[in-house]
């Protein structure tokens, strides 16, 4: 027996949810089901920000935060000002969850607990009459004369409206191409690189709090940020930000690729020369003592790298030596060969090209009736809550078009 709805969610995440609770306040009488496959909706919203979740950022200037999005482009920039980072601490604010801000301007609950966030949503939802079936995975969505017929475990569901806010759901990006639409093919954003190198040996847990980090690419890709060493590699602000920006061509050279570090960004090389031959006044102080504010074993991994030890003192090192120290400081190369985890934030680069939906509604142009919201979109963010903020802003826009398109 078929049921009819006049829209089904498929997909009760971030998007999923805020698409439909915009679209219950704007259309308080449509029927609206929301299909989740897990056995709990919002499961990345509990997981996210290490289990604070890190809701958006605190910066409301359009063109700034469009900065952190590798892929979006101005096509975002239409979704992302119908809906800012303002309207999402506004919104949750006003739903009785009161987000702070820290010092880097990331935004979090103030209980610093995600479970505020999912209780707030699924709050919202069973108020507003939003009919939410977890642990039933939508199987198939297909075109019916009414509009859509979508199969889910449970049954069949007759609708005029799809918003198919899947995430980075492999399925989802199946439904997307059979009804029309190109992929941009998904790959990993936000990751740590693994990097096997017996420098890094034994420095787990070091880090750095300014680096400059490059892909040596054609053109190169470079980021700043704080730099740490992990067990298998490196991580860290600056890594994460180059893993993003440079997430394509990685999976194209499958993660492996050459990175030089610049542990010294606030020096020219110039200056770092002069800085280390002015050391071999000191005299009888070791090498092993870093003249720079660098921690002491990553100075001593950079000192292994060359020609020097580090129980030497500077009055012996040669000129030539101390020249090749500054140019490794500058330029310390590492092989990536593959890509490690970052435990607190992961997203998928790539999915539905934005040219394909109407961006004031987010209905697609290949099949009217169906919207398209969050990580399904060839949309990502670095990581300090723009992740969200896309999501929040895309199911926004979507439960206005599909409101507009079911008066
Ligand atoms: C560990 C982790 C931590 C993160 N932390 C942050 C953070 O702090 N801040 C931030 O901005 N971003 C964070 N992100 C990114 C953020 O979670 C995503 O950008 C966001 O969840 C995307 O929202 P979405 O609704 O598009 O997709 P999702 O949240 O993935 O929701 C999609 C939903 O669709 C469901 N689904 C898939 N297939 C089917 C099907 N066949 N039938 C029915 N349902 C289906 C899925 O189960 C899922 O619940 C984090 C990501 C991870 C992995």
Partial sequence: ????????????????????LRLRALAPRASILVLESAARPLGKVLI?????????????DLEGLLEFYPRGGPALASILRRFMPADTVKWFESHGVKLKTEADGRMF???DRSQSIVDCLLKQ????????????PVKSIALSPEGYLVQSKSGLFSCRTVLLASGSSPAGYRWATALGHDLIAPVPSLFSFKVDSPLLQGLAGVSLSRSRASLLLDPPITQEGPLLVTHWGLS??????LSAWGARVLADCSWRCP????LVPDHTGAELRRLLLGQK???RHQLGNPPLELPRSLWRAVLKGGELEPQRVWAEASNRALGCLAERLKDWRFEIVGRGVFKDEFVTA???PLEQVQLKTLESRRSPGLFLAGEILNVDGLTGGFNFQSAWASGWVAGQGIAARLQ
């Fill in 1 to 20: 027996m078929k049921k009819t709805f006049e829209t089904v969610i498929v997909g009760g995440g971030a998007a999923g949810f805020f698409g439909g």
């Fill in 48 to 60: 996210s920000g290490g289990g604070r979740c890190n809701v958006t950022h605190d910066l409301n």
């Fill in 109 to 111: 609950p103030v209980t």
């Fill in 125 to 136: 939802a069973a108020r507003s009459g939003l009919e939410v079936r977890s642990g039933d």
């Fill in 236 to 241: 860290g602000p600056a890594i994460l930000k």
């Fill in 259 to 262: 990175l030089s570090l610049d």
């Fill in 281 to 283: 006044q000191g005299g």
């Fill in 350 to 352: 790539g999915g539905v």
